[in-house]
């Protein structure tokens, strides 16, 4: 346990560094994906605590020779990139299993496994495999720089105050001045929900206060569980941050990241509005405690950031591949040519679909993976149809994350129903109800 919390350390110093761009200062020349090889082996050796060790070593060694592999267009130079591209992404989705469950893992295996069944461009199933290890359009590219980048300061940051008290500060304040529970729940969820960049981690910390508030002024187990959950999911939607996937659709439509704000920001604010103003009433009275603030623990902080980047880094190295495999098959061109027909030139029906399909891409992923996964397979199709890139990729994203709270998956409703000790299947389904306006938001945006 010690070393393992040594290994948490030492990923946030060199994600710390690596964001700080210090070896361009100090003048060591590294290219983005020899870093990305090193922090994706020390997630890695985190997740697979037995072999921590040797993880390490092979992450440097492999960082270090990099430059070496970059040129795979010889025979035996092509071998010597499988020898560490297959155990490498053995690990990811061991890893992956480990740390971001079945679901995401689920479709990661389904991706990789793609070009045996469809391969558009015909390239060699070993060629694919190389792809997905070293080039900087897969694994070792935008999606980890992101993660590793703006996600991981904005993580780091999160921590840090959480640490210092202030949280506890801003839920006293909330239960002074606002008396309705399932409103405090609506309020601290979502502001939360924003930060975490998941939807069940904000039901299972801020959940574990507001729906037993809930339930002491007379709302039911079920009730109690859906606005919990809701509000949760909306957040991942409300901005500056929106679960990370602010940063990722300002990367991915090549815009300035508060463009996204700019555009996210009315939405999110109609739709806690709405919930704010349909929210049953209920005086609440509690004689909540917070913590005194103080100046956070800068070793107990860095271990909680290396916690929670590790799950993150080995995330974005599984969508990664996903993104290589789609660039290599051409899967995504088909995926939009079937929507399309389809739609049979209903803009409408073309919409319903997609939402339909962006629900079940979401798997109750988190936010900053479901975004990606819709964005790259569901999203062009609305940008062929003539509809605006950046409200295209809003729908998408509504939709992914949607899932939160939709049968059959709905893992945030299922998390806030173990708290609430109410049935998973009627919470989820008056999760959808209390979220009605989130069902109908993207397509009044959309179109007008």
Known sequence: ?????????????????????????????????????IFIWTALAIAFPKFSIPFLLGGFGLSYFFPYFADVYVDNQKIM????????????????????????????????????????TGQDYKDIIVHLAI??????????????GMVFLFVALGIIVLNTGLVDLIIKYVLKYVK????????????????SGSALANVMSTGQVTIPLMKSVGYSPRLAAAYESVASTGGQLLPPIMGAAAFIMAELLNIGYWDVVYYASLP???????????????????????????????????????????????????IGCMIGVLDQTGLVYLITDILLTLSDNSTTLL??????????????????????????????????AGFTDIWAHMFVLYFATLSMISPPVAIASYGAAKIADSNPITTSLTSMYVAWPLYVIPFIFIWF
């Open 1 to 37: 346990m010690k070393n393992l919390n040594l290994i948490r350390v030492f990923l946030t110093c060199i994600l710390l560094l690596g964001a700080a761009d210090v070896e361009s200062h100090i003048g060591l020349a590294l290219y983005d994906e020899q870093k990305n090889i």
């Open 81 to 120: 990139v499988l020898s560490f591209a297959i155990p490498l992404l053995l690990f990811v989705i061991i890893g992956s299993f480990k740390t971001n469950g079945k679901a995401f893992t689920g479709l990661l295996i389904t991706f990789l496994l793609l070009p045996f069944v469809y391969n558009g």
């Open 135 to 148: 080039d900087s359009t897969a694994m070792l590219g935008m999606i980890l720089n992101i993660i590793t």
């Open 180 to 195: 309705s529970p399932g409103r405090i729940a609506i309020l601290s969820s979502s502001i939360f929900g924003s930060v």
């Open 268 to 318: 999110a604010i109609a739709f806690y509005l709405l919930l704010l103003i349909k929210c049953p009433k209920g005086e609440v009275k509690t004689n909540y405690e917070p913590r005194k603030l103080q100046f956070p623990d800068a070793k107990v902080c860095a271990e909680k950031i290396g916690e929670a980047m590790h799950g993150m880094i080995i995330l974005g190295a599984g």
């Open 351 to 384: 919409l319903i679909v997609t939402a339909l399909l962006s629900i079940i891409l979401g798997l109750g992923m988190p936010t900053g993976a479901a975004y990606v996964v819709v964005a790259l397979i569901t999203a062009p199709a609305l940008i062929d």
